[in-house]
């Protein structure tokens, strides 16, 4: 499906949507028919554009808004209109069928009124006073419904190597990318997904970077809490755009460099092989395997400290190499070019925090920005695994996109 034919299908339901809240709410409240009838719909329909507008053009909005700030907001108030709109609806169908209750009791239960017009019984006012009583707690739980920030979801991938040394057939490797431990509020949730990972017992894992949101002292309170990870043949990181400090404004440069060195202390600190543009050599009953780590790379305005080359180096009569990049517009733009390297890793897109997944469809916006942007990708035998991500940044919670565990076991074909 095309990308524009994907675009028109979701505008028209958030279209549809739209629909459906402007006639609930004309029905619960007259008044905003009638008395405030201009300006609410100005005000209803402009909004309802605007965001329209947004989705429709939202690579190029993201691509060219180079403030993260400015980024950020724009997507955080995308998501609270969507979201309220939703919240709104709890109410809304809640009150329909309380009016519908009412009037199927009057119907059969009161006599007629002879009153001419509308008119609230005493029974009718305390039951619709009772639906907002409960529509208030119900509503301010709805976010909780809807928002999967801590729903850890472990994917299981199989990949066929035909160049895998059959030393390494069978090798389970765990994934998790993006934790960005600023915007936690939930510790026991968090450590709660850490058991899920080592519950899988993978041999081998993977950090594919962001660490933190804007500077290293967020682990702190975390340290205990990831330094559990650990795998048999190790656990393997690398750098994301956002540990390097460049998302916040710093009193003097030489505090910059000083949070960059305490993120590369609490990388050891966590148990964790940083890997900067350089490489490590899996050996077992004389075969080897390579694990290849760069800095961040991405394209337009993202940080471009990756080399690929330099970490290529030392490898090349290596059956197998994996590589760890964090951005994965790196694959295409690179990576690809060395066609020795097998499976790439990347995160970072967190699938835009926000889409939808059933069966083979999945959708989010974050596709407009990135070809590779959830899930397993293939180029000839080159492979690119783009996880989900662990924590969440910018909105606060996901919707439709869950946070993820990956175990990939690489299969000799």
Request: some cysteine.
């Amino acid at each position: 499906m095309s990308d524009i034919l994907t675009k028109l299908i979701m505008l028209s339901g958030i279209f549809a949507f739209d629909l459906v809240i402007y006639y609930l709410l004309g029905r619960s409240f007259p008044v905003l028919k009638t008395t405030w009838r201009y300006g609410f719909n100005w005000f209803y329909w402009t909004l309802s554009a605007v965001i329209l507008t947004c989705f429709w053009f939202l690579d190029i909005i993201l691509l060219q808004v180079a403030s993260y700030n400015d980024r950020k907001t724009i997507i955080i108030s995308i998501a609270l209109v969507l979201i309220s709109k939703i919240l709104a609806g709890v109410y809304l169908l809640l009150d329909e069928i309380t009016i519908l209750g009412l009037t199927l009791y009057s119907k059969y239960k009161e006599p007629k009124s002879t009153t001419q017009g509308p008119v609230v019984t005493r029974k009718q006012f305390l039951y619709r006073a009772a639906v907002m009583m409960v529509s208030v707690p119900v509503t301010a739980k709805g976010f909780n419904l809807i928002n999967q920030a801590y729903d850890y979801q472990v994917r299981q991938v199989k990949i066929l190597l035909p160049n895998l040394p059959q030393a390494f057939h069978g090798l389970r490797i765990g994934q998790i990318s993006d934790i960005h431990c600023g915007s936690f509020n939930n510790k026991a949730a968090v450590t709660g997904g850490v058991d899920l990972l080592m519950q899988q017992k993978p041999d081998l894992i993977f950090f594919t970077g962001d660490l933190v949101n804007r500077q290293t002292k967020e682990v702190d309170g975390y340290i205990n809490t990831f330094n559990r990870v650990k795998a048999p043949l190790g656990v393997y990181s690398v750098l994301g755009n956002h540990d390097y400090g460049d998302y916040r404004s710093w009193p003097s440069i030489s505090d910059k460099r000083q949070d960059f060195q305490d993120m590369l202390t609490a990388h050891k600190q966590l148990g964790w092989k940083l890997l900067r543009n350089e490489n490590h050599i899996l050996h077992d009953h004389g075969a080897s395997l390579a694990i290849l780590g760069v800095e961040n790379w991405g394209i337009k305005r993202f940080s471009k400290y990756g080399d690929v080359e330099a970490a290529h180096k030392g490898t090349e009569e290596v059956q197998t190499k994996l590589l760890l990049s964090h951005d994965p517009s790196h694959w295409e733009a690179k990576v690809l070019d060395f066609q020795d390297i097998d499976i790439t890793f990347s995160g970072h897109t967190h699938g835009f925090q926000f889409g939808i997944e059933t069966g083979n469809f999945k959708w989010s916006p974050s596709q407009y920005l990135y070809k590779q942007w959830a899930g397993l990708y293939q180029k000839g035998p080159q492979y690119i695994y783009v996880n989900r991500g662990y924590g969440f940044v910018g909105i606060p919670g996901r919707v439709g996109i869950s946070p993820e565990i990956t175990i990939i076991e690489l299969v000799r074909s």
